[in-house]
């Protein structure tokens, strides 16, 4: 069983920036390949950000790209996201996501890929 603890959301002006991390329980986390979704109100959940195993390769949705940085510390079993000059439209409940599924390189980008999800942080962004 893996647990995920987000912390970091809260309110910020658009233009602003968070940082948020989600650390993770067990000794196993480098085997995690790893992902941020975000669920708006109203609307479904849906991927933003994900990084490989090794931390060597990451994907993002087209509407972060450029704005938003997701990197891992496997040292502190803990990954995180950068979320820069943020908009009004980026107000969500932010989760992040483990997938034990095979693959060192990979980015998994769907939600039935991962196993493990933390109860997530609230991102509101004021215009």
């Known amino acids: 069983q893996v647990q995920l603890v987000e912390s970091g959301g809260g309110l910020v002006q658009a233009g602003g920036s968070l940082r948020l991390s989600c650390a993770a329980s067990g000794r196993s986390f480098s085997t995690y390949k790893m992902g941020w979704f975000r669920q708006a109100p109203g609307k479904e959940r849906e991927f933003v950000a994900g990084?490989?195993?090794?931390?060597?390769?990451?994907f993002y949705t087209d509407s972060v790209s450029g704005r938003f940085t997701i990197s891992r510390d496997n040292a502190e079993s803990t990954v995180y996201l950068q979320l820069n000059s943020l908009k009004p439209e980026d107000t969500a409940v932010y989760h992040c996501?483990?997938?034990?599924?095979?693959?060192?390189?990979?980015?998994?980008?769907?939600?039935?890929?991962?196993?493990?999800w933390g109860q997530g942080t609230r991102v509101t962004v004021s215009s």
């Open positions: 990084i490989s195993k090794s931390g060597s390769r990451m």
């Open positions: 996501a483990a997938d034990t599924s095979p693959g060192w390189n990979t980015v998994s980008r769907e939600i039935h890929e991962y196993d493990y």
